[in-house]
C-alpha cells in the first residue's frame, strides 16, 4: 500500500524552494562547476532581453521637448551612470564604454533583483503544475540569490580591468606594476627579488579579494533577503480556522507588506553599489602607482 502523501515540513519547504533546476537532481551546491542552473540562466536572459527591449523603446521615443515620465526615468538613470562615471574614470575615452556598461549593470541587476518581490509560491506553483514530476519540479527564480551568477559577474568585472591595466599601463607597464606595488623596490637585488615576489602575491590576493567580495556581497544580500520572504511565507501557511491560525495569516500580511516595502530599498541599493564598485575597480585599472 503506497504511503500517505503529507504537507512537507517547514524545513522540506524552504530546502525545495532553495534547490535550482539544474541538469544534476537536487540540491547541489554552488561550487560544482559542471553543473548549469537552468532556472538562473533563464529567468537572466529573459529579463536581460526584456531591459534590452524598453532601452530600445524608451530611445526610440525620446524627444527633445518636454519628456515625459517614462522618458524622464531614463533620462534620470542615464545622467546618473554618465555622473559616477566621470567622477570616478577620468579617461574619456574608456568612458565610451564604462558609462554604458555601468547603466547595463545597475538596470539588469536591479530588475534580477526585482523577482524577489513576487510571491515565492507563485512561479514555483505553477512550473509545478505543469512538471511532469511536480515532486521534483525545482525552481527559484531570483538569479542574484545565485552564487554562480554574481561570481560570474564579479569575474566579469575583473577581465574588464585586467583589459584596462593592460589598455592603460601597457602589458610591460602593468608588469612592472604588479612587482613594484605597493611596497615599492629595492636598489639591492636581493631584496628587489624580495619584494616582488611579496608586491606579486599582495597584487593577487587583491584581485582575488575584490572579486570574490564584489560577487559575495550582493549574493549574500540578496540570499537572505529570498530566505526571509519564505519564513514569512511559512505564517501563511500554517493559517487555520482559529485564532492563533488567523493572528499568523494577520502577522504573514502585516510582515510580507513591510519587509516587500523595504527589500526595494535593498534591492536598489543592491544594484547601485554593484555598478559603484564596478567603477571603483575600473577607476583604478586606470591609476598608476
Known sequence: MAAEEHAPTSGEYIQHHLTHLSNIMGNTGPLNFHVVHWDSVAFSSIIGVIALIVGMIAARRATSGVP??????VEFLVEMTENQAKAIVHNATSRKMVAPMALTIFVWIFLLNAMDLLPVDLLPYLW????SDPEHAFL????????????????????????YNVKIKGAGGWAHELVVAPFGTSKN????VLL??????????EFVAKTVSHGMRLYGNMYAGELIFLLIALLG???????????????HIIAGT????????????????????????????????
Open 68 to 73: 515625459g515620465r517614462f522618458q524622464a526615468a
Open 189 to 192: 637585488p636581493f631584496f628587489a
Open 196 to 205: 616582488g615576489i611579496v608586491n606579486f602575491a599582495m597584487q593577487m590576493i
Open 128 to 131: 509545478e503544475h505543469s512538471a
Open 258 to 289: 513591510a519587509w516587500a516595502i523595504f527589500h526595494i530599498l535593498i534591492i536598489t541599493l543592491q544594484a547601485f553599489v554593484f555598478m559603484m564598485l564596478t567603477l571603483v575597480y575600473i577607476g583604478q585599472a586606470h591609476d598608476s602607482h
Open 140 to 163: 527559484r527564480v531570483v538569479p542574484t540569490a545565485d552564487l554562480s551568477v554574481t561570481m560570474g559577474m564579479s569575474v566579469a568585472v575583473l577581465l574588464v580591468c585586467l583589459y
Open 237 to 251: 501557511g500554517a493559517f487555520t480556522l482559529s485564532v492563533g491560525g488567523f493572528g499568523l495569516a494577520l502577522l
